[in-house]
């Protein structure tokens, strides 16, 4: 699994736009390790990363293009929904790849 800091190399050469800081910058209680995102975010087909216009589309999950979501899992990562807009990146709880 890559350092939060690869991951957020990756993050903004793969999906232009993306808002992504090390997780121990948001300051919230219990969530040190990982990453901090939201944002303007694009896929490489151009849909936006996150979207609710998109939900009714069937290439989103909560708001989160599944895409995004394969890409992280693939990577050892998952994301959740802190709150609107502001999403955690964090290690997949078993730590494998997929």
């Known amino acids: 699994m890559k350092t ?4 957020i190399a990756d993050l903004k050469v793969t999906f232009p736009g993306i808002h ?11 969530w040190t390790h990982g990453v901090w995102t939201g944002g303007e975010a694009l896929m490489p087909d151009g849909l936006p990363v996150f979207s609710t216009l998109h939900n009714e589309m ?7 293009h599944e895409g995004f979501t394969a890409w992280l899992a693939s990577r050892g990562w998952y994301i959740e929904t802190y709150d609107y807009g502001t999403h955690f990146i964090v290690p997949s709880p078993d730590g494998q790849q997929t």
């Open 4 to 7: 939060e800091n690869e991951l």
């Open 20 to 30: 992504a800081r090390p997780l121990s910058e948001y300051g919230a209680p219990g």
């Open 58 to 64: 069937g290439d989103y999950d909560g708001g989160i």
